[in-house]
């Protein structure tokens, strides 16, 4: 089913209420009103109760939610299920870091090659995953689907490298190089990790707590 | 100064505007109206004004923002410019990527020491930040400020950790463990780095693009 008109806030949230939802599963919890849900998030129930009215309807009135039937149709909604194809460009400290410790899994993506330059790691492996040349980067993505490329690869190249893999049909970047990625293509879509705002926030609340 | 009751949604702009004027600046943009600068951002004008309202005035009406200095006043605003003392606990892959490629000084942070267990990382450095032992932790905090803790280490440790510096005297974490940290304490400030809700929202929009 393809949604339009749902806003970008909402959308950000869909994630949260997601892992929430897995949490209130692990501690064994069954059902949930809004309320009791928007009181561990720090979210009106009112919003919650509107947020979700954009993708269907997932409670009954007055007899709150099943826990687990939410998460299962938030999960559907993230494409949790869709067993999307992940590929890594840049096998450095932040690629080894996400390769060893990221759940990949639990978010539906399989990781299936990570590429790099240096010769010291092509050829080998890290968690199961084959660390490939970038000179073989243009061939592997003709023959093989690549829904989502992880960038973490210094900034001066990075646009770069974009532009290449849209060239190529990639349609889809998890951008680590704190470079504003653009592309004149609709369809490409960018979603960016920006260590510094998060940062700041913190500096921010610091300062006036 | 202090500030109250301003919203989260807008605190967590703040670093945009303070990114996009930086942009703005090395672009050599002296001037910008808020229409401009919200179509640069995605954002609508009038929002803009509402955000800035929060914190005085910075402009004037009809002849838009000073982009340098906006920039400065909105920095001051994050605490860029108040240099906050920063730890990173876990020299791993994640430690080692943040004090290679992070620029913390544009963010107003000095980092003073990373901590880790390993005995082959302990006394060595990483682009000049001192890598010391774990067990001189808690001595290091009780003689040194330290205003913000990076906890780059693994999950299963993570709340036995920041309840541990937190008995220590520690108020800020930026945490990427992972795992929701909370304290008793609403002095004490956490701000997650959540990889997970970055990957789900891009899956969600390849899936409804």
């Not at 919650?48 to 997932?58: K, Y």
């Not at 293509?185 to 921010?204: G, K, M, R, W």
Request: proline share 2%.
């Amino acid at each position: 089913m393809k949604r339009e008109n749902i806003s970008d806030a909402v959308i950000r949230r869909l994630p949260r209420y997601y892992r929430q939802l897995t949490e209130l599963c692990s501690r064994g919890v069954v059902r949930i009103s809004s309320h009791s849900l928007g009181e561990e998030m720090n979210i009106t129930a009112s919003q919650i109760r509107q947020d979700f009215s954009c993708f269907g309807e997932f409670g009954q009135q007055g007899y709150g939610y099943n826990v687990e039937e939410l998460r299962s149709e938030i999960g559907h909604i993230l494409g949790v299920d869709q067993d999307h194809h992940l590929i890594i460009i840049g096998a450095g400290n932040l690629g080894h870091a996400l390769l060893h410790n990221f759940p990949f899994h639990t978010t539906g993506f399989h990781v299936d090659a990570a590429f790099d330059l240096n010769q010291n790691l092509v050829g080998g492996s890290i968690k199961g995953v084959p660390i490939l040349d970038m000179e073989e980067l243009d061939d592997y993505i003709k023959t093989n689907t690549v829904d989502v490329v992880v960038l973490t690869i210094p900034q001066a190249v990075a646009q770069q490298m974009a532009d290449r893999l849209i060239e190529l049909g990639v349609k889809g970047f998890w951008n680590f190089t704190n470079v504003e990625l653009s592309s004149s293509d609709p369809q490409v879509q960018f979603e960016n990790i920006h260590f510094a705002d998060s940062l700041l926030t913190l500096s921010y609340r610091i300062a006036n707590r």
